[in-house]
């Protein structure tokens, strides 16, 4: 599931800025100053590794200068010297930490993953440090007790409580002796979710299923076949075939391998991952995170962990979350069985001679689809050719509804030879913002796609978004194009929806910027960007194909449109499972003592009904990154309640007029540009003119 990856460290109070290194100064030098590129971006040919545990110990001391100034301040607190001083410190450190962790997940190695290690407890004691300080708290204190009587506009009032909730949230107001427990637990979690992240990347590469015949490809295209070949080579397994794996439960290749038992070989190699008991297995790492954090939200006197996380979401509760989801289950396995009843019967058809199992779905389905909607994948893939897609669909939809333009840099300086940067200009021809974008996987590169900034919109700091999606799209063999599934078109378009809503924001203080908004809303400008990857003016613009730029026939459009329906029972079920199961992980009390990992997985499934034996859920919990180390821990249910609001204005555009500049601007001075300075409900609500329905969702996922 296409995500917004959040910091893996964050501080509240920490600015946004970024890197740079010059040649021959000494090691933590290059993250002391800002960058003289434009919008700061990154030098990245100038950083080093040994660069940053210097940096870190720099950037935490100086921070903890600023903090012991603030907090020691002689004078009144007022919000200026308290909470604007606040946002303002911590640069110095930002600056390493923005580039450092955007690092560890595209582009690590060993010395990263090895300072990692050793610098994530230092950053948790350090942002534990500041949360506890006593007279930092009791002046934030003051001023959130005054607020009502301080002229601070809204921004201010919203500023002022969101610093007096994080702090309280963070154990400001906790007794010396559970404080002392929580920095023990956030230690100990650091350290863990560093662990996890390490584990999953090295299991998901050392799962990859290597071949020893081209024979066992069968039914690749033989640019799949020779992309194979080329990640097995890029591994020094010269003459053999290599299909790495991706982030999620089921992986492309099933959808189209001929051989039965190399299906089953492929999903198997996905599902043990990091459960094989080997030096990967992340199983025990698991069991203790969900300790820990129940006995971190004890603390607070909450009953668990997705209680305490939730407080300032738009569902508040695990119990509103678990509504809205086991809401679907109903409808979504009812249609997934419908589904596997087709499948099967085609099985049947072909003299199978077994019964449908997870590796086959895939594989039938697409038989399925031919069949139903003479629809074939390898039809329209040469019609969406990466750069096409990014230039022609997801620019030319940002330009059609917010004015925006591009240019391609080829003078600034990235951090691998894959990644583009794109100057933004607004639609007053007037230089906004960069946008990075990375598509295509490595070994080095954490699975799944994202999006975070290398530096945060301010008006405060005088500082624009530098903004960057990351995906992991099969890299093609050297002179092919890179040729996308529809699928990988709608992750591209919503990536950018997400880069959007960094690149438009429009406010002063960097806590309340971009994309610092509840998870449950976050997903909700990238979905609805989503949306133009299918209207009829935006696709009719990129798909074209590769070899002859003539537009995809209206036929296969036609064909392509009906079958978005198609196989959502399994889509959704696949999303459900995985949802509930994060619940189940994270309404875990205290006290209950987990030991076995799949059983209390299978339990969970049983008890919330998507236990589908061929529907698997979309992460099993060793490799669910989003919950474990992700920062989606409770909070993996925000897709969907983003898709309520997501689907919902997009019904509101469709009435208005569809893809227009006026529409385009009302969502991007509405949403786009409030960052969190509103109440997400409130804010929505003024957009629409109502509260959002679950009807468009459920009519566009086929249940209706």
Same mark, same amino acid.
Request: aromatic fraction near 12%; glycine fraction near 6%; charged fraction near 20%.
């Given at each position: 599931?296409?995500?917004?990856?959040?910091?893996?460290?964050?501080?509240?109070?920490?600015?946004?800025?970024?890197?740079?290194?010059?040649?021959?100064?000494?090691?933590?030098?290059?993250?002391?100053?800002?960058?003289?590129?434009?919008?700061?971006?990154?030098?990245?040919?100038?950083?080093?590794? =040994?660069?940053?545990?210097?940096?870190?110990?720099?950037?935490?001391?100086?921070?903890?200068?600023?903090?012991?100034?603030?907090?020691?301040?002689?004078?009144?607190?007022?919000?200026?010297?308290?909470?604007?001083?606040?946002?303002?410190?911590?640069?110095?450190?930002?600056?390493?930490?923005?580039?450092?962790?955007?690092?560890?997940?595209?582009?690590?190695?060993?010395?990263?993953?090895?300072?990692?290690?050793?610098?994530?407890?230092?950053?948790?004691?350090?942002?534990?440090?500041?949360?506890?300080?006593?007279?930092?708290?009791?002046?934030?204190?003051?001023?959130?007790?005054?607020?009502?009587?301080?002229?601070? &506009?809204?921004?201010?009032?919203?500023?002022?409580?969101?610093?007096?909730?994080?702090?309280?949230?963070?154990?400001?107001?906790?007794?010396?002796?559970?404080?002392?427990?929580?920095?023990?637990?956030?230690?100990?979690?650091?350290?863990?979710?560093?662990?996890?992240?390490?584990?999953?990347?090295?299991?998901?590469?050392?799962?990859?299923?290597?071949?020893?015949?081209?024979?066992?490809?069968? &039914?690749?295209?033989?640019?799949?076949?020779?992309?194979?070949?080329?990640?097995?080579?890029?591994?020094?397994?010269?003459?053999?075939?290599?299909?790495?794996?991706?982030?999620?439960?089921?992986?492309?290749?099933?959808?189209?391998?001929?051989?039965?038992?190399?299906?089953?070989?492929?999903?198997?190699?996905?599902?043990?991952?990091?459960?094989?008991?080997?030096?990967?297995?992340?199983?025990?790492?698991?069991?203790?995170?969900?300790?820990?954090?129940?006995?971190?939200?004890?603390?607070?006197?909450?009953?668990?962990?997705?209680?305490?996380?939730?407080?300032?979401?738009?569902?508040?509760?695990?119990? =509103?979350?678990?509504?809205?989801?086991?809401?679907?289950?109903?409808?979504?396995?009812?249609?997934?069985?419908?589904?596997?009843?087709?499948?099967?019967?085609?099985?049947?058809?072909?003299?199978?001679?077994?019964?449908?199992?997870?590796?086959?779905?895939?594989?039938?389905?697409?038989?399925?689809?031919?069949?139903?909607?003479?629809?074939?994948?390898?039809?329209?893939?040469?019609?969406?050719?990466?750069?096409?897609?990014?230039?022609?669909?997801?620019?030319?939809?940002?330009?059609?509804?917010?004015?925006?333009?591009?240019?391609?840099?080829?003078?600034?300086?990235?951090?691998?030879?894959?990644?583009?940067?794109?100057?933004?200009?607004?639609?007053?021809?007037?230089?906004?913002?960069?946008?990075?974008?990375?598509?295509?996987?490595?070994?080095?590169?954490?699975?799944?796609?994202?999006?975070?900034?290398?530096?945060?919109?301010?008006?405060?700091?005088?500082?624009?978004?530098?903004?960057?999606?990351?995906?992991?799209?099969?890299?093609?063999?050297?002179?092919?194009?890179?040729?996308?599934?529809?699928?990988?078109?709608?992750?591209?378009?919503?990536?950018?929806?997400?880069?959007?809503?960094?690149?438009?924001?429009?406010?002063?203080?960097?806590?309340?910027?971009?994309?610092?908004?509840?998870?449950?809303?976050?997903?909700?400008?990238?979905?609805?960007?989503?949306?133009?990857?299918?209207?009829?003016?935006?696709?009719?613009?990129?798909?074209?194909?590769?070899?002859?730029?003539?537009?995809?026939?209206?036929?296969?459009?036609?064909?392509?449109?009906?079958?978005?329906?198609?196989?959502? &029972?399994?889509?959704?079920?696949?999303?459900?499972?995985?949802?509930?199961?994060?619940?189940?992980?994270?309404?875990?009390?205290?006290?209950?003592?987990?030991?076995?990992?799949?059983?209390?997985?299978?339990?969970?499934?049983?008890?919330?009904?998507?236990?589908?034996?061929?529907?698997?859920?979309?992460?099993?919990?060793?490799?669910?990154?989003?919950?474990?180390?992700?920062?989606?821990?409770?909070?993996?249910?925000?897709?969907?309640?983003?898709?309520?609001?997501?689907?919902?204005?997009?019904?509101?555009?469709?009435?208005?007029?569809?893809?227009?500049?006026?529409? &385009?601007?009302?969502?991007?001075?509405?949403?786009?540009?409030?960052?969190?300075?509103?109440?997400?409900?409130?804010?929505?609500?003024?957009?629409?003119?109502?509260?959002?329905?679950?009807?468009?969702?459920?009519?566009?996922?086929?249940?209706?």
């Amino acid at each position: 599931m296409p995500t917004i990856r959040p910091r893996s460290v964050p501080l509240a109070w920490a600015l946004s800025a970024c890197a740079i290194a010059f040649a021959g100064t000494p090691p933590g030098a290059p993250f002391m100053k800002p960058s003289p590129l434009p919008f700061h971006a990154p030098q990245f040919d100038r950083i080093h590794d =040994a660069d940053f545990l210097p940096a870190f110990e720099a950037g935490m001391k100086a921070h903890d200068a600023e903090i012991q100034k603030i907090a020691e301040n002689p004078a009144a607190p007022t919000f200026e010297n308290t909470i604007v001083a606040l946002e303002r410190s911590g640069a110095e450190l930002t600056r390493v930490e923005k580039v450092f962790f955007h690092l560890t997940q595209a582009n690590t190695n060993p010395d990263l993953q090895k300072i990692q290690a050793e610098v994530a407890p230092q950053l948790a004691a350090h942002g534990d440090a500041i949360s506890m300080n006593a007279k930092l708290f009791q002046r934030i204190k003051a001023i959130y007790d005054q607020r009502a009587h301080l002229k601070l &506009g809204p921004e201010g009032q919203v500023l002022v409580a969101r610093y007096y909730q994080n702090f309280v949230h963070a154990g400001a107001q906790l007794s010396k002796a559970d404080q002392t427990k929580l920095r023990a637990f956030n230690q100990e979690e650091s350290k863990l979710t560093t662990e996890f992240q390490n584990r999953l990347l090295a299991g998901t590469k050392d799962g990859a299923l290597v071949l020893d015949h081209q024979a066992d490809l069968k &039914g690749l295209s033989a640019g799949e076949i020779e992309a194979a070949a080329a990640a097995a080579k890029a591994r020094g397994l010269a003459g053999k075939f290599v299909l790495p794996l991706q982030n999620t439960t089921q992986q492309p290749a099933l959808t189209a391998l001929a051989d039965r038992a190399i299906r089953e070989r492929l999903f198997k190699a996905s599902v043990d991952r990091c459960s094989l008991g080997n030096a990967d297995d992340t199983r025990a790492i698991i069991l203790d995170l969900a300790r820990i954090r129940a006995q971190k939200a004890a603390l607070f006197g909450y009953k668990d962990f997705a209680s305490y996380t939730m407080y300032d979401q738009m569902a508040k509760t695990p119990e =509103a979350a678990e509504k809205l989801m086991n809401s679907l289950v109903p409808a979504a396995t009812a249609k997934a069985r419908a589904e596997a009843a087709k499948i099967q019967a085609l099985i049947d058809q072909q003299k199978g001679g077994f019964q449908l199992a997870p590796w086959d779905w895939n594989f039938y389905a697409e038989q399925v689809r031919k069949a139903e909607y003479d629809l074939d994948d390898a039809q329209i893939k040469p019609y969406f050719e990466l750069n096409r897609v990014l230039q022609d669909g997801v620019f030319y939809a940002a330009h059609q509804l917010y004015g925006l333009t591009f240019k391609e840099r080829h003078d600034l300086p990235v951090y691998n030879p894959d990644v583009r940067v794109f100057e933004v200009f607004d639609a007053d021809k007037k230089p906004l913002a960069l946008f990075y974008a990375d598509y295509f996987k490595r070994d080095n590169k954490a699975g799944g796609a994202w999006m975070d900034t290398f530096v945060d919109q301010s008006g405060l700091l005088h500082a624009k978004p530098v903004v960057y999606n990351i995906c992991n799209f099969t890299k093609p063999a050297p002179g092919q194009p890179a040729l996308l599934s529809f699928d990988d078109v709608t992750t591209m378009f919503h990536e950018f929806g997400h880069a959007l809503h960094g690149m438009l924001s429009n406010v002063k203080y960097p806590l309340l910027a971009g994309t610092n908004v509840p998870r449950d809303f976050v997903e909700f400008p990238s979905q609805f960007n989503e949306n133009w990857a299918l209207q009829p003016q935006v696709f009719a613009h990129y798909a074209r194909n590769y070899k002859t730029g003539a537009p995809m026939p209206k036929a296969l459009v036609a064909k392509l449109r009906k079958a978005r329906t198609f196989n959502q &029972g399994y889509a959704l079920t696949e999303y459900l499972a995985s949802g509930l199961l994060d619940m189940a992980w994270h309404t875990l009390p205290p006290t209950e003592q987990i030991k076995d990992v799949q059983a209390f997985e299978d339990q969970a499934l049983q008890r919330f009904k998507v236990d589908l034996p061929q529907v698997p859920p979309r992460y099993h919990s060793p490799y669910f990154a989003h919950i474990w180390s992700g920062g989606y821990s409770a909070g993996y249910y925000a897709y969907l309640w983003s898709e309520v609001l997501d689907r919902d204005a997009y019904a509101w555009f469709k009435t208005h007029g569809g893809l227009t500049r006026a529409n &385009g601007d009302r969502f991007r001075k509405m949403i786009l540009s409030k960052g969190s300075t509103e109440d997400m409900a409130a804010l929505y609500r003024a957009f629409r003119g109502a509260d959002p329905s679950v009807v468009p969702l459920e009519v566009a996922r086929g249940l209706k």
